[in-house]
């Protein structure tokens, strides 16, 4: 019996008769005709420009906000500003429009601002141009070896060190000159971007909390408006707090330096207060640089004077702190020493400015959402 010989397959129509017959379909077809079948997303292909993707994004975000690292910070320390400034707007608003209510903590803040450079200019002035005219007394006093100076020239040779510093860098201090203009033109240019930030982030604080309220589910609003509004309150309480234990220091230095003829009590008082607004450390360096400056007037004055900041420094962390901010802030005081160091670690002095009311928003996060979950389960 003979075997069946194999049917040969039909051969493809051309692409050209493939193409004839859609036209043609497409013709007899109403409307848009049916939907093809769906991509499969998960497939190897699409997973791996999925995540390919993803990296890409992330990695670019990052380096977005690298590369705008500093313009990030003088918006983030405006905001801060603003914000610790919106309870005296909010204050002045039951009288006054919002914009009338800003205006006036603007001028109100710009005419103290004023008044106390104008009061510091003549007194600092003068006691530059005594320093600079005591500076060969100052000399004479360290060649001889029957004063206090002398006799830390004696020990340390103080003259000859300065002397062969002097020698042996000074290119790098004429270029560190130049260095230090560059960084006082940037300081200045980033202290007008950062007035007019917060001036602005002042007039639109509602309508920003408001937009930052809208991209969270209406399910859970409310409650972050809760948990924001109580952040905001908290920063607010403390900057305004650490305005003014920073006035009382500065305040308390200059009366103390006048009381004891320690020279330049208006450039020193308002280092201190400038200084003092850094949590934890800024008043004990301001005290440090006025106790060197006392030994010029005698060793018993500048002992005295490192009592009383250490007194001082007692009497901030122990009365004024807890009164002035305790009730609005509320974190414990190792909590307080850890976030500054790490603030000022990672953004320096605005990380250490900022440290302690971010230290008070985690921890309301982590009562408010963390802690309770965790009791539930």
């Not at 500054?340 to 953004?347: D, P």
């Amino acid at each position: 019996m003979a075997s069946a010989t194999p049917r040969p397959l039909a051969p493809d129509p051309p692409t050209g008769d493939k193409l004839t017959e859609a036209v043609a379909e497409a013709e007899r077809t109403d409307g848009l005709g049916r939907p093809g079948r769906p991509l499969n997303w998960r497939s190897p292909f699409f997973i791996g420009m999925t995540a390919a993707a993803g990296v890409a994004v992330t990695y670019g975000a990052v380096e977005v906000v690298l590369r705008a690292r500093s313009v990030l910070v003088l918006i983030g320390l405006a905001m801060f500003i603003a914000a610790g400034l919106d309870p005296v707007v909010g204050w002045l608003c039951r009288w006054l429009p919002r914009w009338a209510a800003v205006l006036a903590v603007i001028v109100a803040a710009a005419g103290v601002l004023a008044g106390f450079v104008l009061a510091a200019i003549p007194p600092v002035a003068s006691q530059t141009t005594a320093l600079a005219s005591h500076l060969p007394q100052y000399l004479h006093a360290l060649r001889d070896p029957h004063t206090e100076l002398g006799r830390l020239n004696a020990r340390y040779h103080i003259e000859q060190h300065l002397t062969q510093f002097i020698t042996s860098r000074g290119g790098s201090i004429a270029g560190g000159v130049v260095g230090a203009g560059e960084v006082v033109l940037s300081a200045a240019s980033s202290i007008v971007v950062l007035s007019v930030l917060t001036i602005y982030f002042l007039a639109g604080l509602p309508r920003i909390k408001l937009f930052l309220y809208r991209l969270v589910p209406q399910s859970r609003r409310t409650r972050v408006i809760l948990i924001g509004d109580e952040i905001f309150t908290k920063v607010g309480g403390y900057l305004l707090g650490n305005m003014l234990t920073s006035v009382i220091a500065g305040v308390g230095t200059y009366f103390w330096m006048l009381a004891f003829s320690i020279p330049y009590p208006a450039l020193l008082a308002l280092l201190v207060a400038l200084l003092d607004l850094i949590p934890v450390i800024g008043s004990t360096i301001g005290g440090l640089i006025v106790s060197l400056v006392a030994l010029t007037v005698s060793l018993p004055v500048a002992g005295l004077t490192l009592a009383f900041y250490v007194a001082y420094r007692l009497a901030e962390d122990y009365l004024l702190v807890p009164r002035i901010m305790g009730r609005t802030v509320q974190v414990p005081a190792a909590v307080t020493v850890v976030s500054v160091l790490i603030g000022a670690t990672l953004l320096g002095l605005v990380g250490a400015l900022v440290a302690i009311p971010a230290a008070a928003a985690i921890r309301l996060l982590l009562q408010e959402l963390t802690f309770r979950r965790m009791d539930r389960t």
